[in-house]
């Protein structure tokens, strides 16, 4: 399994999201683009997506822009990959449920890539939003110590 770009950049769009608009204002695609160092059209297309998904809420006009659905930490690391990547199953055989691969009872190796896929859902799904604004608060917060 590989996160794409697309991934990635729709977490940090959301990071961008909780941490500036915390008293709901809603925030431009242009400001998040300049922060996050990623093109606009990209970060459109990102939105849009979680926009349909009901994740963030959208607003037209001079003060528009995006802000988060719900409480950042309503959200998990998972959640928002799912949503932009799919499944994060490591191996297609483990994509359906049940295991629908002709050989799934006589594999040996599927145990490892289940363990596997199992370990990488333990991490993406116990990690919120809330965990990553306040990682990234205090990072913020030491690095202005050092200043």
Not at 30 to 42: A, H, L
Not at 48 to 57: E, H, I, T
Request: hydrophobic residues 35%; glycine residues 6%; contains cysteine.
């Amino acid at each position: 399994m590989k996160i794409s770009t697309k991934g990635r950049y729709a977490l940090r769009l959301m990071l961008d999201l909780a941490q500036h608009s915390m008293e709901q204002e809603y925030v431009s695609i242009k400001k998040v683009s300049q922060r996050q160092d990623i093109s606009e059209k990209y970060l459109e297309q990102i939105v849009a997506q979680l926009s349909r998904s009901g994740f963030v809420n959208s607003a037209r006009g001079a003060q528009g822009g995006y802000c988060l659905a719900w409480e950042p930490e309503a959200y998990t690391v998972g959640m928002i990959l799912r949503q932009i990547e799919g499944n994060l199953s490591t191996v297609s055989c483990l994509e359906d449920n049940p295991n629908k691969c002709r050989r799934c009872n006589n594999c040996v190796t599927l145990e490892v890539w289940q363990q596997i896929n199992d370990a990488v859902n333990n991490v993406i799904d116990h990690i919120t939003l809330q965990d990553l604004l306040e990682k990234q608060l205090a990072q913020s917060n030491g690095a202005a110590e050092y200043e």
